[in-house]
């Protein structure tokens, strides 16, 4: 007879072992000076901050939000559960199902893991801290990403559980011990091109799992499982699908490089996070169209303030955290103001269509 | 009661008017009767083709030609042989079924009837009655009521006089400047005008305005104050936009007196550094008038004050203030200033600028387009409601008081407006005119003024009159020459000292009359001339006729047309007092350009707006009138090059020998065909002008325009010719050619050689037209033998120009009529 204090002290040993699996994460005990960002520079290597907890607030239009980040056990009790506002940087990105994503494609309530960087001017009293949001994903695409699945050892109905044994697809061998999440009737099984019920979970499935109430009372609830291959690309197609969609109505974002005014040309590097796929849609001679941006990517209006363009050069350049390493030479009809080194600008492809975006979107009342 | 004299002085200037438009000259002619001996070549081709069926057998359609009279001063007569010429040229004649005359033998019998007909219609122009009445321009109107009363006219503005028509350029020619009852009102009208500005009845009304940022711009106010920049804020004023910040657009401004206006203005103007200057202009859209217009540039810090002053009429007119530079369209928010935005300096407004505007500086805030930082504008007037001398003026007030003193004044005033004294009955009509207003009731300051008005509308002041019933030919009086003279170099009334010379019957005498014409070429007016005689010889008024196609020709716009016309009138200039060669017309290796022009013309190292005299090198490849902006521009279309056009131009306006007109049923050119490669228009005339009786015309005028193919329509040099038609790269052009009496040339530059080599040839014509300008009317065969003397005379010293006007003025011709 397992006891419910054995239930907690496992539970608790296996998210601190699932915790260590993010590099550098608060509590690791590394007292360096935190690596600080330059303005108008990739970093040279990621050197960000692992922080994982839940989204609890968002704001799609400015790219802020609230985690409440995942309890530790080198906290203060004190100290749990308080959110984090985070930022997302310009080449900041999200990636949800494994896929490019916008933070109005994540659900309030799903897991995050994400990179941050230090905010010299953030924090409680201005002091500082890890707000600069440089990458956040999902549990499906965080394994995903990390060539990892769950494999599913026993399931309990009746007790509401799952056991669970993490896998690493690359090497071939489990990373950990087993973890138990909740599943609830709420929880969605997703199999083949739809929906399953949770009794198609059966043992040694390989699994993907979305969570929620990480840390809050046990490892975490289950949201969303996907147990076969068919399930999991249908999510990543789709995702990618509303992704393509959503860059296309309001270009991919980017910074410039280098502005030569007397031959009225712009070098601007797009950022990462998007389907590479689009690239395609980029041709030398072809006409693109250019949106001066905020930090935030928001544009002002996009159907009469866009600087229509001729797309002169095409170059890769390094891959940098947060570049796409696609790099793009145009010269705007007219050069407009915000065309200045390490501004942020949108592009569109010519062949993309072109239509206002939602009032609340342009930064242009 | 306003009204009511309003009408009697009305009615009292239309009568005078219908009385003087009786007095023009009736349609009889003085060379009518005159008849020219059929050519031999004439006579053998009308009995071969003509007369068979328009003979005395037969009269198809009406018409006999071996009875048809050959008096080209006869407009029926003339009518007759156009119409033969016309046929003729079409070939519509003879008939198919007869048999046809070779192209060579068609060709010399319309060139025949061309020329007579040209002769005949000079004679017809050149008739002159006993008393000869030439009706002065508008501009020389507009001259003399500003020497007489020292008022400003503007006859351009919509109530102002009617423009004039010309023949060959020519303004000034007495039988084509009639006055049609329709235009009497206006002259009314006119007069009256400028005798109310010139003598106001109560103090004039004035205005003063300053417009800060807060009234040219707008903007929050006590945003500024708040900020602590209310005293710094400046109107940036964006490449094509109005100071108000958008569209070209114009304020309202009510002008509550009739006169002089002075304008300032404070700013700043950007220049980029590989750019233009920006350009101010001020302009009265209603009034289709330009009121000021200057490029400049200043450093930011460091703004000027513009200060100009304009005569303006009573009233509400639209002016523009406009930055009138290139730059990108001003239609998209874009690309015009915002009011929400305070500008102060470019360094710290670049931090407020939106980033979705088009860039105005760049990083460092070196502007990257012309524009301007304009801190007010101030206008206040009218500054001289009168310009009217204080001896005039008191001359005006004694003569009010009583009947001999009013007129001495008339007879004085009148005098002057006749340039001749008066007669006493003239001055008894106006002084009887002014006692009627008197027992009317009127005020004497209004009777006055209705005496004046009477002669500002009679015959004598309106038209420069010659002759007499007693003396139809022979000389001109003094006062006749003093006239003569004024209006051929001053284009206005003659001074004091011509009417003093006129006076005591001096001025004829010709080291006088010498003595008195380099006096006259001296004086700042003669600059009238520098400018009427060019416009009109060249037919300037054309240049820009055909607005360049906007798509085609970006750069043009109104500062480079007007640049082009300043640089063909400078250089005028510039050949007149220097007394240079004629030759310099047609081959020189300088120019009068300013910055804009050495832009177009890709000459570096100019400056300024001002004209400046540059010395050219043969890779500029300009030099004399036939390659300058405006020449070549009034010879193109709009669209492209039109170069039978430019020959006809020149064999028109350079040697004075029109080309017989085109027949009507010309077809036009085709566009290249899909598939084939691109044609230059050169290639496009050579298959058009396959027609042999085409081609014996186009031979002598088209190796004439084809020479400037490598001008395009606005007068841009270039290698090859843009063709959107056709397949392939775009065609080389090719200027080569060939002249009528078989000399070749490789190009403009060598042809500009031949032509000045021909020296005499272009003297000739030259005299002609000058003495055409001068004796406002066409030269004759009479004029041949006293054309040909003026010509020789010069031979020696090479023909300069000032030489040729002075010996024109001191010629038979210049004093005879």
């Known amino acids: 007879m397992v006891t419910p204090s054995f239930w907690r002290a496992a539970v608790w040993t296996s998210f601190l072992v699932v915790c260590c699996f993010t590099k550098g994460a608060e509590g690791t005990g590394d007292k360096s000076p935190p690596y600080l960002l330059q303005p108008g520079q990739f970093p040279t290597q990621d050197l960000s901050h692992a922080i994982s907890g839940e989204l609890i607030q968002l704001d799609h239009l400015n790219r802020t939000g609230q985690l409440r980040p995942d309890r530790r056990n080198d906290q203060r009790t004190d100290d749990y559960d308080r959110p984090l506002l985070f930022t997302l940087l310009p080449y900041g990105s999200m990636r949800y199902h494994g896929a490019p994503a916008e933070l109005r494609d994540i659900p309030l309530g799903t897991h995050l893991h994400g990179k941050f960087y230090w905010d010299p001017k953030s924090g409680k009293d201005g002091k500082g801290a890890f707000t600069q949001a440089f990458l956040l994903e999902d549990d499906f695409s965080f394994d995903e990403s990390s060539k990892c699945e769950w494999r599913l050892d026993d399931v309990k109905l009746d007790r509401n559980t799952i056991s669970v044994t993490r896998l690493s697809k690359a090497e071939n061998k489990t990373e950990a011990r087993p973890v138990i999440y909740k599943i609830t009737p709420a929880t969605r099984v997703w199999k083949g091109q739809g929906f399953g019920t949770l009794k198609d979970l059966a043992t040694n499935q390989s699994l993907l799992i979305n969570l929620t109430l990480c840390t809050l009372k046990g490892p975490g609830n289950a949201t969303d499982i996907w147990i076969d291959d068919e399930s999991k690309q249908i999510a990543a197609e789709h995702q990618i699908a509303v992704h393509r969609v959503h860059q296309k109505e309001r270009g991919l974002a980017g910074w410039i490089d280098a502005v030569d005014n007397e031959k009225g040309l712009v070098t601007a590097t797009l950022f990462a996070g998007f389907d590479p796929s689009l690239k395609d849609d980029f041709k030398i001679k072809g006409r693109v169209n250019a949106l001066v941006s905020e930090t935030s990517l928001r544009s002002y209006d996009q159907i009469n303030d866009r600087a229509p363009s001729e797309l002169v050069a095409i170059s890769p350049v390094p891959v940098l955290p947060g570049s796409s390493g696609f790099q793009l030479i145009f010269k705007p009809d007219n050069l407009l103001e915000g065309f200045r080194p390490h501004n942020i600008i949108r592009v569109m492809s010519g062949t993309w269509p072109l239509d206002d975006l939602p009032w609340e979107e342009r930064l242009w009342k | 009661m306003f009204p009511q004299v309003l009408f009697r002085k009305k009615q009292l200037g239309i009568a005078l008017l219908a009385a003087c438009l009786g007095l023009l000259p009736s349609s009889s002619l003085y060379a009518a009767g005159k008849t020219v001996k059929l050519d031999k070549s004439v006579v053998p081709f009308l009995s071969e083709h003509c007369l068979r069926c328009h003979g005395e057998k037969k009269q198809k359609g009406n018409l006999r030609l071996d009875t048809l009279q050959q008096d080209f001063s006869n407009p029926l007569t003339a009518a007759h042989w156009a119409d033969v010429m016309e046929r003729i040229s079409s070939k519509e004649m003879p008939p198919e079924e007869e048999p046809h005359p070779s192209a060579a033998q068609a060709s010399k019998v319309i060139e025949w009837i061309a020329v007579q007909l040209k002769d005949g219609e000079r004679a017809r122009m050149s008739a002159r009655e006993r008393v000869t009445f030439q009706k002065l321009s508008r501009e020389e109107y507009a001259n003399t009521i500003r020497d007489l009363l020292g ?307 009679s015959k004598d002041f309106i038209y420069l009159v010659e002759g007499s019933k007693d003396r139809p030919v022979g000389r001109v009086t003094d006062w006749e020459l003093a006239s003569r003279l004024s209006y051929f170099l001053w284009s206005t009334m003659p001074d004091e000292r011509l009417l003093g010379l006129a006076q005591s019957n001096q001025l004829h005498q010709s080291a006088i009359l010498r003595s008195e014409v380099e006096r006259m070429l001296q004086d700042a007016k003669s600059v009238r001339f520098a400018t009427a005689f060019p416009r009109q010889w060249l037919q300037l008024r054309s240049v820009g006729m055909f607005p360049p196609d906007k798509k085609i020709y970006p750069e043009y716009d109104a500062h480079l047309e007007q640049s082009m016309i300043a640089e063909t009138i400078e250089y005028f200039h510039e050949m007149l007092t220097k007394n240079l060669r004629l030759r ?234």
């Open chain 2, 151 to 457: 008022v400003h006219f503007d006859p351009a503005d919509p109530t102002g006089l009617p423009e004039d028509p010309n023949w060959h350029g020519f303004e000034r020619i007495g039988s084509v400047l009639s006055l049609s009852p329709a235009h009497v009102e206006k002259y009314f009208a006119a007069a009256e005008a400028a005798l109310n500005e010139a003598l106001p009845e109560a103090p004039p009304k004035k205005i003063s305005i300053h417009w800060g940022w807060k009234d040219l711009r707008g903007g929050d106010e006590k945003k500024a104050k708040e900020l602590g920049i209310a005293d710094k804020v400046r109107v940036e004023v964006w490449p094509g936009s109005s100071f108000q910040g958008g569209e070209p657009s114009p304020r309202t401004i009510q002008f509550p007196t009739t006169g002089d206006y002075r304008l300032r203005i404070k700013l700043s103007a950007m220049k980029p550094p590989r750019g233009r200057e920006p350009r101010v202009t001020v302009y009265a859209m209603d009034l289709d008038r330009l009121l000021f217009a200057r490029s400049l540039s200043t450093p930011e810090d460091q703004p000027t004050i513009l200060e100009t002053e304009f005569h303006i009429s009573a009233g509400s007119h639209q002016v523009r203030f406009l930055c009138e530079s290139p730059g990108p369209s001003i239609l998209p928010r874009a690309g015009r200033g915002d009011q929400r935005r305070l500008f102060t300096t470019i360094k710290e407004s670049a931090i407020g600028r939106h980033p979705w505007q088009y860039k105005l500086t760049d990083e460092e805030g070196i502007p990257l387009m012309p524009f301007l930082i304009v801190d007010f504008v101030e206008l206040e007037g009218p500054i001289a409601p009168s310009s009217i001398t204080e001896q005039q003026q008191n001359t005006i007030t004694s003569a009010t008081q009583d009947v001999a003193q009013a007129t001495a004044a008339l007879k004085q005033f009148a005098g002057k407006a006749f340039r001749r004294p008066a007669k006493s009955n003239e001055v008894n009509r106006l002084v009887k005119i002014m006692s009627d207003e008197l027992e009317s009731g009127e005020k004497p300051e209004s009777a006055l003024k209705a005496a004046m008005l009477a002669t500002l509308c």
């Open chain 2, 584 to 817: 310099e017309f047609l081959d020189a290796d300088w120019t009068m350009i300013n910055a804009r022009l050495a832009e177009h013309y890709g000459i570096e190292g100019v400056s300024g707006d001002g004209l400046q005299k540059v010395v050219l090198k043969n890779e500029d490849h300009r030099g004399g009138l036939l390659t300058q902006g405006s020449i070549l521009s009034l010879t193109s279309d709009g669209q492209r090059q039109r170069p039978v056009h430019r020959g006809k131009w020149v064999l028109e306006t350079i040697f004075n020998k029109p080309p017989p007109p085109p027949p009507a049923n010309v077809k036009p050119i085709q566009p290249t065909p899909v598939g084939q490669p691109k044609a230059t228009l050169r290639m496009k005339l050579e298959a058009h002008k396959s027609d042999e009786s085409c081609a014996s015309c186009h031979r002598k005028i088209d190796p004439l325009g084809l020479a400037f193919d490598n001008y395009d329509a606005i007068g841009h040099w270039r290698t090859e010719e843009k063709v959107k038609d056709g397949e392939g790269a775009n065609p080389k052009l090719d200027a080569s050619g060939e002249l009528a009496d078989g000399r070749k040339f490789a190009d403009g530059s060598e042809l500009k050689r031949l032509l000045a080599d021909d020296e005499d040839k272009f003297a000739a014509a030259f005299v002609e037209k000058l003495a055409t300008y001068a004796l406002r009317r066409t030269m004759t065969i009479d004029d041949r033998r006293a054309l040909t003397a003026l010509v020789s005379q010069n031979k020696r010293t090479g023909y300069r120009l000032s030489d040729i006007v002075k010996g024109l003025v001191l010629s038979d011709m210049f004093q005879n009529r």
